[in-house]
């Protein structure tokens, strides 16, 4: 609370210390007659500024107004009929990258009509559409919902008002789909400061995170298994209704529903009972969660995994089953494609509205999915294009010389970002985003969502920018849109799983060969490297930290990443909460942090049938931190350590996690400490995105490589050459 405002006592506004005496007064003397455990105090306090790095996890921070964008770009992916795709290897490789440039350069800055979104956003409520001529199709999709809503049992027959009941409005949405379609959408207004809403039971409800994610995508590489999507149509009409009776005030459009479908004219004051969760209430998302969470194992026997109950393994008629669901959204995998859509008509059985099959997943929880028949890619390129174009940047006049890199990485240029002042006064602030012609934040909240899903290669730049958010100077602006120049050339760019064999599921597309970015050198020395593990069934991990090399605040920076099928399945770059006070201390704390990462991931590899029999190996470039945990020799530097930290000493007794030592240049989270250097950059990620092929595929691929690489250089192949496709 330091630093912040009481704003609130009780629920009654407080703006002076006078104010703030007088109804603390006031309180004091009401409840002076109470028992001691009724004499509580309600005080409401605020910040005046967003925090920007979240003070204990040191990671970036997102507000609802980041999040509103984002939100809206990935409803709007989801809802787009067609959507322009480009060639999946689209890579900056020598003669293409300077050929891309040399296209990309003669071209304007402003998106021309056709990149433009064909979708325009507006603001659409009932009485702007009664006035217009497509009214009667409008009031057609009111009666679809209201009809679907019968279906499904959501209210019951027109009642008078209860007494002293729990009473909430209707609300509809109207949204015109990228096809046309006309939708409109009946909830209910949950607000819990809505007077006279009661919420009986907790809100929460289980969603799947980003690393368990990249697991399950992992292991259906690995056991080589083909994934089916499918949807749940209005899921929370499912699911049984609050614990707190609840009902909802009958609108226009329920009143002209009910009066068109059986000519009777609803009573004034009349409400109707809701049986069902309804979206909108509260509870909906846990009562839908618990139910679907019941079908999938009471129905289909299949048991969730202890960390992460959106994630579940069985056996479903004789048939190894991985499901992921995502609230409606779910994903089945199994080396039978026949079998998932089994799985689907199951769940659909016990469904009034049963579930949509939509074939072989394609896109997921806003990751796109590329399952090829040598492995699968998570990436982001529609999204990553659709920010772009947004701003106007899909054609930038930028014409870089070498392959570009997140941030430089020059101790000057990182100088005078780390001290650069913002703006200030609001004036100036303005004028300054009027100048650079973008929100700052905003960019930085489109922009987070990418790192966070599949691209690890920007998480240090947008960590180090995210500080700034608050008041960011023109040195930021520019470094943040250097950032999405980086992105411009590398979009198709995210995360590759491999299979330990060639899939020969029907109709499987052929995976392109990734091309690697690194130098010639470097590529033979990824590809000769004996120290890293060849088996992608089992699990490793890298950590760094630097030591105080941010000139600002002098916190240590932890960077890890766990790799799992040839790619990364969790990474992440994070501010230190404390001040190291030697190399040492930040790098064990690193470790240990990266330690519990490991355990967390090894439980789930475990409960999903891919045993890690042998402890995970860590790889650290710190000798100090390597005898401290392997050896447990503390040192005077370390006795102030916290006791937690050294849970890592326990974890390696116990034969879970193995500490080997690698050198700084081989230590692939070093670029999650840091900006580094091109060919540093491109070594690290190479092989971080999964971009090296491993070993079973290894001399296959490279004979590909070598045709498709004469193909480019003699312009014979059209699919890399041509970037309007």
Not at 168 to 188: E, H, M, P, S, V
Not at 249 to 266: L, S, T
Not at 652 to 675: C, E, F, Q, W
Request: glycine residues 4%.
């Amino acid at each position: 609370m330091r630093g912040a405002m009481l704003v609130e006592i009780n629920q009654k506004k407080v703006k002076t210390i006078e104010e703030v005496v007088r109804t603390l007064d006031e309180v004091r003397i009401k409840v002076a007659s109470q028992k001691p455990s009724q004499q509580m105090i309600n005080l409401t306090f605020v910040t005046l500024e967003k925090v920007s790095i979240h003070p204990q996890k040191g990671v970036p921070q997102l507000y609802f107004d980041q999040l509103n964008i984002i939100a809206k770009h990935n409803l709007e992916l989801k809802e787009t009929a067609t959507v322009m795709l480009e060639d999946d290897n689209d890579s900056y490789e020598n003669d293409d990258w300077k050929a891309k440039i040399h296209r990309l350069g003669d071209e304007s800055t402003a998106p021309t009509a056709h990149q433009k979104d064909a979708r325009v956003v507006e603001k659409l409520t009932r009485r702007i559409l009664m006035k217009r001529d497509d009214w009667h199709e409008w009031k057609k999709s009111e009666a679809k919902q209201l009809d679907q809503y019968e279906q499904q049992g959501m209210f019951s027959e027109p009642v008078p008002r209860p007494i002293k009941a729990n009473i909430l409005n209707l609300l509809w949405t109207y949204l015109i789909k990228a096809d046309g379609t006309k939708k409109a959408r009946c909830c209910c207004n949950g607000n819990p400061g809505h007077k006279g809403s009661i919420t009986l039971a907790h809100t929460y409800a289980a969603c799947v995170e980003q690393p368990a994610q990249r697991v399950y995508w992992g292991l259906v590489a690995v056991k080589n298994f083909i994934a089916i999507g499918a949807d749940a149509s209005n899921a929370f009409a499912e699911a049984p209704p609050p614990k707190a009776p609840l009902y909802v005030v009958i609108d226009k459009q329920y009143r002209e529903w009910y009066k068109d479908k059986y000519g009777i004219n609803v009573p004034k004051g009349y409400t109707l009972r809701v049986q069902h969760a309804i979206q909108g209430h509260p509870e909906a998302p846990r009562l839908w969660s618990e139910f679907i969470d019941e079908i999938i194992r009471e129905k289909l026997k299949l048991v969730p995994t202890t960390h992460e109950k959106c994630l579940y393994k069985g056996i479903f008629e004789g048939q190894e089953i991985l499901f992921l669901r995502q609230v409606d959204d779910f994903s089945i995998a199994s080396a039978d494609e026949a079998t998932c859509n089994k799985v689907i008509n199951e769940i659909s059985k016990h469904l009034k509205a049963p579930l949509k099959n939509l074939g072989r997943v394609t896109r997921f929880n806003g990751v796109e999915v590329q399952q090829t028949d040598k492995y699968i890619k998570l990436h982001n390129s529609q999204y990553i294009q659709k920010i772009l174009t947004r701003h106007g940047w899909m054609h930038d006049t930028y014409n870089p010389v070498k392959k570009l890199v997140p941030m430089r990485s020059d101790s000057k240029y990182l100088f005078t970002l780390e001290n650069s002042k913002g703006p200030e006064n609001d004036k100036e602030r303005a004028m300054l985003e009027q100048k650079m012609k973008f929100n700052y934040r905003q960019a930085l909240g489109e922009i987070l969502y990418a790192m966070v899903t599949c691209r690890p290669d920007i998480s240090i730049s947008i960590t180090k920018l995210s500080q700034y958010s608050q008041n960011p100077s023109e040195e930021h602006y520019i470094a943040l849109k250097n950032v999405f120049r980086y992105l411009r050339f590398t979009k198709n760019d995210g995360l590759i799983f491999w299979r330990n064999e060639k899939a020969n599921f029907k109709n499987l597309e052929n995976g392109n060969i990734p091309l690697l970015y690194s130098d010639d050198a470097i590529q033979k020395e990824l590809l000769n490297d004996e120290i890293v593990p060849k088996d992608i069934n089992q699990m490793f991990g890298y950590v760094d930290s630097d030591w105080a090399g941010d000139t600002s605040h002098r916190k240590s920076i932890t960077g890890m990443a766990i790799m799992f099928a040839g790619s990364v399945v969790a990474y992440k770059s994070r501010i230190q909460r404390t001040i190291a006070l030697s190399s040492t201390e930040a790098e064990f704390t690193a470790a240990c942090d990266a330690g519990k990462m490991i355990l967390y991931l090894r439980t789930i590899l475990d409960e999903m049938n891919l045993d890690q029999k042998n402890a995970t190996i860590l790889f650290e470039d710190n000798q100090g931190a390597l005898m401290m945990a392997s050896a447990q020799q503390p040192t005077r530097r370390t006795r102030h350590l916290e006791t937690s930290t050294f849970a890592l000493q326990d974890w390696v007794a116990r034969d879970l996690i193995t500490l080997h030592y690698i050198v700084s240049n081989n230590n692939s989270s070093d670029g999650m400490t840091k900006p580094l250097a091109r060919i540093l950059f491109y070594k690290h990620f190479d092989r971080l995105m999964g971009r090296l092929p491993p070993v079973h595929f290894r001399q296959k691929l490279q004979k590909e490589k070598m045709v498709r690489k004469e193909k480019v250089e003699s312009g014979l192949d059209e699919q890399v050459h041509d970037d309007d496709k």
